[in-house]
């Protein structure tokens, strides 16, 4: 009996002792120095990318309360825009042990889903299996929350299921509680990406570029539209029967024969860029000093006169190239004297473009290419070949 006793007493003294040691709250300093508002604020730096900002609010409130589940899913964010994806994961893992109540439990499954979209492969090869896993736990709280919906949508989207993405942005939209502008950003996004039905993989992957390259756009041409191949079948074969004599034929090693393009031999797309650079289509061909320039962004202009060339190469009428000079422009902000107004003109008149803002009628001539407008363009461009 005594010895029971004394057991229990040490018992008690050690709990004394473990939660003595552990992880005191600071005392506030002012009205809002509370955890709430702390991970509020954090939340907002994070969205604004000011990520070092967002660690010290975070921080912050795990400081003033030890076990708040939500300033640990805001440290866990942190860590993975900082690709620590291993402490990322372990403090998301704190998280979930402190969270209370539903709409904590489901703020860390969005923490949970929000960093394997970060990470992807990085963290996981069943990254997506992993952020479904989480979003079905969320939804097994609450139907009704939109965060899950939106993230699960942008898992979907860069894994290229956009049906799938065009649910869950829908879902968002149709809750009104959440995510709201974000959601029809991506939906109408998607949508748009599902109309242009990108067929191979590049070009999926090109689709969700928000400005596209020189680069983008030769695998676009090739891939896509697959001009090369068209160029074959309508560009009558050319035969050299000029007589060569035979001392010429005779000579080597005397020329060293310059590459058309310098900088594209470890590009992943340089297949791509060789063979638009064989076309020669216009606004694609490398610079003077042999240089193609693979990641340079297009303009809207640029693009649209790509396109024009590429009509006129393939259709072989050649009044396409002054068709629209001297007309009136039919955009605010595109003089007619401009040397891209023809072209400008001959893609939106057969509605392979539009403008820019419809609202306004802005063509935005220097504006950069989306993947998606690139794609809708290059589907339309193909239906008139």
């Not at 009205?31 to 990520?51: M, Q, S």
């Not at 299996?129 to 899950?148: N, Q, R, Y």
């Not at 629209?324 to 057969?350: E, H």
């Not at 950069?368 to 809708?376: E, I, R």
């Amino acid at each position: 009996m005594f010895n029971r006793k004394i057991f229990i007493m040490l018992a008690a003294i050690s709990l004394l002792f473990f939660y003595a040691c552990g992880p005191k709250a600071m005392a506030p300093r002012a009205e809002l120095d509370t955890p709430e508002h702390h991970v509020a604020v954090g939340n907002k730096l994070l969205k604004a990318g000011k990520i070092d900002a967002a660690f010290r609010e975070f921080n912050r409130a795990k400081e003033l309360s030890p076990k708040f589940s939500p300033a640990y899913v805001g440290l866990g964010l942190v860590d993975g825009f900082r690709d620590n994806f291993k402490n990322s994961l372990k403090t998301m893992k704190e998280a979930r042990k402190y969270a209370r109540g539903d709409e904590q439990k489901i703020a860390v499954n969005v923490g949970f889903m929000r960093l394997y979209i970060m990470g992807k492969t990085n963290i996981d090869i069943n990254w997506l299996k992993l952020t479904e896993e989480e979003f079905d736990k969320a939804v097994l709280i609450s139907k009704d929350v939109s965060a899950p919906y939106f993230y699960m949508g942008l898992a979907y989207k860069i894994s290229y299921k956009f049906r799938q993405a065009v649910d869950r942005f829908s879902r968002v939209l149709e809750l009104d509680n959440g995510y709201i502008a974000e959601a029809d950003k991506e939906y109408a996004l998607v949508q748009k990406i599902e109309r242009a039905m990108p067929g191979s993989k590049i070009g999926k992957k090109i689709a969700l570029v928000e400005k596209i390259t020189r680069a983008d756009i030769a695998a676009l041409f090739i891939e896509e539209l697959k001009v090369d191949e068209i160029f074959k079948k309508r560009t009558p074969k050319k035969f050299d029967i000029a007589f060569k004599s035979p001392e010429k034929q005779l000579e080597t090693g005397i020329y060293v024969k310059i590459l058309p393009a310098t900088d594209i031999d470890d590009h992943v797309l340089k297949a791509d860029i060789d063979a638009v650079i064989e076309i020669g289509i216009k606004g694609l061909q490398p610079f003077p000093d042999h240089t193609y320039k693979p990641y340079q962004t297009i303009t809207r202009a640029e693009f649209a006169m790509m396109i024009e060339d590429i009509l006129i190469k393939l259709t072989g009428v050649d009044d396409l190239a002054t068709r629209f000079i001297g007309s009136v422009s039919l955009f605010p902000d595109l003089r007619n004297d401009l040397p891209y107004f023809n072209a400008v003109m001959i893609c939106t008149t057969r509605g392979i473009m539009v403008a820019k803002d419809l609202a306004t009628g802005e063509f935005d001539a220097i504006g950069p290419v989306s993947g998606a407008d690139a794609l809708l363009s290059i589907r339309m461009l193909k239906s008139q070949l």
